[in-house]
Every structure is written in C-alpha cells, then in structure tokens.
T-cell receptor
Framework: AQSVTQLGSHVSVSEGALVLLRCNYSSSVPPYLFWYVQYPNQGLQLLLKYTTGATLVKGINGFEAEFKKSETSFHLTKPSAHMSDAAEYFCAVIPSGGGADGLTFGKGTHLIIQP | DAGVIQSPRHEVTEMGQEVTLRCKPISGHDYLFWYRQTMMRGLELLIYFNNNVPIDDSGMPEDRFSAKMPNASFSTLKIQPSEPRDSAVYFC?????????????FGDGTRLSIL
C-alpha cells in the first residue's frame, strides 16, 4: 500500500522568503504525484502534478516541485512567499501503473506567511 | 463555468438523524469522488463513481454510509443513523477522465456537525 508523509503540520515563513514544503511517498513503484492547495472554507485546487518526463514540474502561482526517485520525495517550493500563499497544502499520490483511481493524500501542511 | 456544487454548505443535526449530502458535478465529467476531511484523519476517499457506477467504496466507514449517483449530474451521500464521530467536512470532486490524466475539481464542501 502506498502512503504519503508531509513533514511539518505547520510551516511559517516571512513574506518574500523561500517556501519549502516537504513530501515523501512510500511505494514500491514511483507513483504519480500531486500538490493541492486549500484556502479557508474552500475545496482543494490542483497546483501541479508529476507523471512522467521532466522531474522538475512547474505549477500555478509560481510554485514548483521536483521528483527525486532516490529520495522518494516531491517537495514543493516557491522562491518568494506572498501573503496570498497562506493556505493548507496537500501532497497526494496515485499508482502510476493503473488500478484504483482514488488519490491518497498526506495530512497537509498549513503555510503561515508572516509580514 | 459552474464548478462542482455541493449542498448544503453547513448541516447541524442531532445524533440518530438521517443526513443527506448532495453534489452536482461539472457537466460532462465522468468521474465523481466523495472525500471526508477531519483533523485526526486528514482527507480520506470514501467512494468514487465512473459513468454513474460505483467503482470503489472501500473507504466507506460502515454500513451507515451509502452513496448513489442516479444520473450524470447528481450524487448523494447519506448517513443513517448519524453519530457525533461523523462530524467532518465532506467534499465532492469530479473529473473528466481519471485523476492520472485530468485534475479533480473540488466543491467547497459540506461542514457537518452531529450533536
């Protein structure tokens, strides 16, 4: 069974600083990987995803993530944090080889932006 | 474009009562997912449908929970009888094709409180 671990339930950065949100997966075969963002009282919105090909993936709002197979990681970064980035971020996986279509989500990381 | 529409947005009811949550997916989408979000367990997939047919209901916690999709534009999640531990935010999501290839679009959720 696959699982997702997000290190740090809360991450606080200053406005303009680098954002780094960590995600590690556990799977015998590298899965497809996703990052979603959830703003207060809203549903989740896809930021970016990795399936195959280039391991550095660019998403919306200036975010990007790099798939590192050797580290079983898919960390999310943004060079310069903005106040509007404050939200809950979820890493998710799905088996790459087919089968069930349901996403498995991490517990989430709450990103706090300090002025 | 109208997104995924969930109703009601908030529901407060007493233990033992029947609760029905409703979802209207984006027109033309062939996948529909029901998720539950709690502080303790995070975001969990309950059940998903493909072309109105339930494909995987292994996440449904117990027989008190049931979900239906009578047509392509409507789905319900029913809890009978409800218990305080069912209190959570329930999300519906839809996609055109499975999440490996297409993003899931989430509704804003139903916040359910069982007293």
């Amino acid at each position: 069974a696959q699982s997702v671990t997000q290190l740090g339930s809360h991450v606080s950065v200053s406005e303009g600083a680098l954002v780094l949100l960590r995600c590690n997966y556990s799977s015998s075969v590298p899965p497809y990987l996703f990052w979603y963002v959830q703003y207060p009282n809203q549903g989740l919105q896809l930021l970016l995803k990795y399936t195959t090909g280039a391991t550095l993936v660019k998403g919306i709002n200036g975010f990007e993530a790099e798939f590192k197979k050797s580290e079983t990681s898919f960390h999310l970064t943004k060079p310069s944090a903005h106040m509007s980035d404050a939200a809950e971020y979820f890493c998710a996986v799905i088996p790459s080889g087919g089968g069930a279509d349901g996403l498995t989500f991490g517990k989430g990381t709450h990103l706090i932006i300090q002025p | 474009d109208a997104g995924v529409i969930q109703s009601p947005r908030h529901e407060v009811t007493e233990m033992g009562q029947e609760v029905t949550l409703r979802c209207k997916p984006i027109s033309g989408h062939d996948y529909l997912f029901w998720y539950r979000q709690t502080m303790m367990r995070g975001l969990e997939l309950l059940i998903y449908f493909n072309n109105n047919v339930p494909i995987d209901d292994s996440g449904m916690p117990e027989d008190r929970f049931s979900a239906k999709m009578p047509n392509a534009s409507f789905s319900t999640l029913k809890i009978q009888p409800s218990e305080p531990r069912d209190s959570a935010v329930y999300f519906c999501a839809s996609s055109l094709g499975g999440p490996r290839n297409q993003p899931q679009h989430f509704g804003d959720g139903t916040r359910l409180s069982i007293l």
